[in-house]
């Protein structure tokens, strides 16, 4: 399946708004617990939907041992990997450097069945659990099985164990079920212009609604969809006006969010760190800290996927 760029558009906000939720400063700034509460009603579940568009779009009949192994490989060998090298970060610096959310040597162990490192990594977890379940589900009607059972989860007031990031994949599987469901019978709204400001109006109005806690149980429920509605029109919307270099560089980021996703804390929170050192901390230097954690947040895992990819091209040259 060829690439959808405003998909891939929709994939780098969205990660940008994850590097940005996971700032957490101490003390808080005025406004920003309201930004944070706005970012997290829809960018997760927008991760979430467009992968379940993107599996009902390239699923492809196989053994289905075959495709989970292909996600095992995909998704939680590089989680594995990621989190011995956050947690061996921590244990080496945290003596030296002011690091969040210290670990100990048990993380090793506890990183197999639930995310100790980074507990951001609940995304990982619970996207290999619904891999395991879509292809059982991938046909028209077995989707929308998929779909009501998901909402039914959703709804339910279960508290589940707190392994493999079971409570994540309940409150999310709906999302990427919806996707599926969108993916299997057509596509993506095309968002006319006459629809854009309905969207635009709707989200803002709900989001202040929901920020100061008028009707907010129904619109915890509601927002997520709006969201998902409203980034992927902002999306289709860059799509059609930007080109060259920006549009090239934002193409790159959303399809680069996953090794983002996994390393961006550590690159962020190292350049936090090393900030400290010199006496500039968000209490002091907001803007300048919040900047270069969100900056190597994302460029940092690029960098470090461009060279490895330069090293592994070398080698296999020599070969």
Same mark, same amino acid.
């Given at each position: 399946?060829?690439?959808?760029?405003?998909?891939?558009?929709?994939?780098?906000?969205? &990660?940008?708004?994850?590097?940005?939720?996971?700032?957490?400063?101490?003390?808080?700034?005025?406004?920003?617990?309201?930004?944070?509460?706005?970012?997290?009603?829809?960018?997760?579940?927008?991760?979430?939907?467009v992968s379940g568009f993107l599996f009902s779009k390239t699923?492809?009949?196989?053994?289905?041992?075959?495709?989970?192994?292909?996600?095992? !490989?995909?998704?939680?060998?590089?989680?594995?990997?990621?989190?011995?090298?956050?947690? %061996?970060?921590?244990?080496?610096?945290?003596? %030296? *450097?002011?690091?969040?959310n210290t670990a100990v040597a048990q993380d090793?162990?506890?990183?197999?069945?639930?995310?100790?490192?980074?507990?951001?990594?609940?995304?990982?977890?619970?996207?290999?659990?619904?891999?395991?379940?879509?292809?059982?589900?991938?046909?028209?009607?077995? @989707?929308?099985?998929?779909?009501?059972? +998901?909402?039914? *989860?959703?709804?339910?007031?279960?508290?589940?164990?707190?392994?493999?990031?079971?409570?994540?994949?309940?409150?999310?599987?709906?999302?990427?079920?919806?996707?599926?469901?969108?993916?299997?019978?057509?596509?993506?709204?095309?968002?006319?212009?006459?629809?854009?400001? $309905?969207?635009?109006?709707?989200?803002?109005?709900?989001?202040?609604?929901?920020?100061?806690?008028?009707?907010?149980?129904?619109?915890?429920?509601?927002?997520?969809?709006?969201?998902?509605?409203? &980034?992927?029109?902002?999306?289709?919307?860059?799509?059609?006006?930007?080109?060259?270099?920006?549009? @090239? +560089? $934002?193409?790159?980021?959303?399809?680069?969010?996953?090794?983002?996703?996994?390393?961006?804390?550590?690159?962020?929170?190292?350049?936090?760190?090393?900030?400290?050192?010199?006496?500039? %901390?968000?209490?002091?230097?907001?803007?300048?800290?919040?900047?270069?954690?969100?900056?190597?947040?994302?460029?940092?895992?690029?960098?470090?996927?461009?060279?490895?990819?330069?090293?592994?091209?070398?080698?296999? !040259?020599?070969?």
């Amino acid at each position: 399946m060829q690439r959808i760029d405003y998909l891939d558009i929709a994939k780098a906000i969205c &990660i940008i708004l994850v590097v940005v939720g996971h700032f957490n400063p101490s003390p808080t700034p005025d406004g920003w617990h309201t930004a944070m509460n706005v970012i997290y009603t829809f960018h997760m579940p927008l991760f979430m939907f467009v992968s379940g568009f993107l599996f009902s779009k390239t699923y492809r009949q196989q053994p289905y041992l075959n495709f989970i192994s292909k996600k095992f !490989r995909h998704l939680m060998v590089p989680y594995f990997l990621t989190s011995v090298l956050i947690i %061996t970060i921590k244990l080496t610096l945290q003596g %030296t *450097l002011s690091v969040k959310n210290t670990a100990v040597a048990q993380d090793f162990l506890t990183m197999l069945y639930r995310p100790s490192a980074a507990v951001h990594l609940w995304f990982i977890w619970a996207l290999m659990l619904l891999y395991i379940v879509a292809p059982l589900c991938r046909k028209r009607f077995a @989707s929308l099985g998929f779909l009501a059972g +998901a909402v039914a *989860l959703w709804l339910l007031p279960l508290n589940l164990p707190d392994i493999f990031s079971l409570n994540q994949f309940k409150a999310n599987a709906v999302f990427f079920a919806t996707g599926m469901l969108t993916g299997n019978f057509g596509h993506t709204p095309d968002f006319k212009k006459t629809l854009r400001p $309905i969207i635009i109006v709707l989200f803002a109005v709900m989001e202040y609604l929901y920020a100061y806690g008028v009707c907010a149980p129904v619109l915890k429920r509601v927002l997520p969809f709006v969201g998902i509605l409203f &980034i992927l029109m902002v999306s289709r919307i860059l799509s059609e006006a930007t080109y060259g270099k920006v549009r @090239s +560089a $934002i193409l790159f980021i959303g399809k680069n969010s996953l090794i983002i996703f996994l390393l961006h804390s550590a690159f962020g929170e190292f350049g936090k760190a090393t900030l400290s050192l010199a006496g500039i %901390t968000q209490e002091n230097h907001f803007v300048l800290t919040l900047l270069t954690f969100v900056l190597l947040g994302i460029c940092g895992p690029l960098l470090l996927k461009t060279v490895l990819l330069f090293i592994s091209a070398r080698v296999s !040259r020599k070969k």
